[in-house]
């Protein structure tokens, strides 16, 4: 099997690399083009686009044998947020039958050779369908797909490789959940201003900020969105850094902010835990994070949480190996399928769920059209 290699090994230090690397730590159909993706518990659409046709998922393992490996992006298995997603899907995978071969994680500003060494970790391991969570993945993941076309790839957040004949390109409409949230923190403030709190100002992020500032704006023109990022590119620290969005939003509850939604990975715990001392609200992210068991003494303060389900787009990859049929192309989960949405725990906005929910009827028909650019 060929493999990409770094910089560092075709400099002849493939010994040293290779050392580090080993301390570390339903039926779908094919597509090349971009394709609707079945959300909530479908699997992903045919290449026709129609989600209505979705099969319903079941795991278990198909005609095709697979070993999936994973590569997690910053924080890992455990950051509460859409790694987590991603290892509850491993973990269905696995309780049907499924081989994992491995679960590694990014380190903090690690250089994208890397990421290369991790990717072929997994392909010596002998996985045949591996996943990389984050865009941050990208130019790594298209060198080691084109020297290993016989193993077929995911990568969530990112379409760049969408021309790859062995890639799947998992993405999501991120801004539209987004938009919904805004409209719950639009009529749950009782003071006009809300905030935003980024993990690192990258357009990733910067959709869920567009998608809120602008749910937030129809609900209540009179409104004000303070948008804040932990950090800034190429420090990706941002999405696991609880102190620092602790730090943050405090500093924006005192100025008289009574909702913040945190778009940061496991930084939002410290937004959360701001939220609780300063008798306010924070929205989650990605997972429903009113009931994440790490966040129990602070859940009464989670209004609600933007609902991402990575799970779903990575069972769906991963079913599609087990049927032979592995998927490829861009695959997009939005409001339309279930792939993005909010949470109702808690019940805190009881009171607002026809007026969500009248938006998401908005988004889905064409009438409104969500922002997922800032400006």
């Not at 800034?232 to 696991?240: A, I, L, R, T, V």
Request: with cysteine; hydrophobic share 40%; aromatic share 6%.
């Amino acid at each position: 099997m060929r493999r990409a290699r770094s910089f560092s090994l075709l400099a002849g230090l493939a010994a040293t690399v290779l050392a580090v690397a080993a301390c570390s730590s339903p039926s779908s159909t094919s597509s090349s083009g971009t394709t609707t993706a079945g959300g909530g518990t479908t699997s992903a659409a045919s290449s026709s686009g129609a989600s209505g046709s979705a099969t319903t998922s079941g795991g278990g393992v198909g005609s095709t044998a697979v070993k999936v490996g994973l590569a997690y992006d910053i924080g890992g298995r455990g950051d509460q947020s859409f790694n987590d997603l991603a290892a509850k899907a491993l973990d269905e995978a696995k309780a049907n039958g499924i081989e994992i071969v491995g679960e590694l994680t990014a380190g903090a500003s690690e250089p994208d050779s890397a990421k290369v060494d991790r990717l072929n970790q997994l392909v010596d391991d002998g996985a045949t369908e591996i996943v990389a969570v984050g865009f941050a993945y990208a130019g790594p993941l298209g060198e080691v797909a084109k020297a290993n076309p016989d193993v077929n790839f995911a990568i969530v957040d990112d379409a760049s490789l969408a021309s790859e004949p062995n890639v799947a390109s998992l993405t999501f409409a991120e801004e539209q959940g987004s938009y919904l949230v805004g409209v719950a923190a639009a009529k749950k403030s009782t003071t006009g201003k809300v905030g935003f709190i980024g993990g690192v100002n990258t357009p990733l992020i910067q959709k869920f900020q567009a998608g809120f500032e602008a749910g937030v704006k129809a609900t209540n023109p009179n409104a004000t969105v303070t948008s804040r990022y932990i950090s800034e590119p190429p420090d990706f620290s941002g999405f696991n850094d609880p102190g620092k969005g602790e730090t943050i939003a405090t500093g924006m509850y005192n100025d008289g902010n009574d909702v913040i939604f945190a778009a940061a990975g496991g930084s939002g715990a410290g937004v959360f835990k701001a939220a609780k001392a300063a008798g306010k609200w924070g929205i989650g992210v990605d997972s429903d994070q009113y009931n994440i068991s790490a966040l129990a003494d602070v859940k009464d303060s989670i209004l609600t949480s933007m609902l991402k389900n990575v799970d779903v787009a990575v069972g769906d990859f991963i079913r599609s190996g087990t049927n032979g049929a592995p998927l490829t192309g861009v695959k997009v989960y939005d409001l339309k399928n279930d792939g993005v949405g909010y949470s109702t725990s808690g019940g805190f906005i009881t009171d607002y769920v026809a007026d969500i929910d009248a938006a998401k009827q908005k988004i889905i028909s064409g009438e409104v059209t969500v922002p997922s650019t800032v400006g």
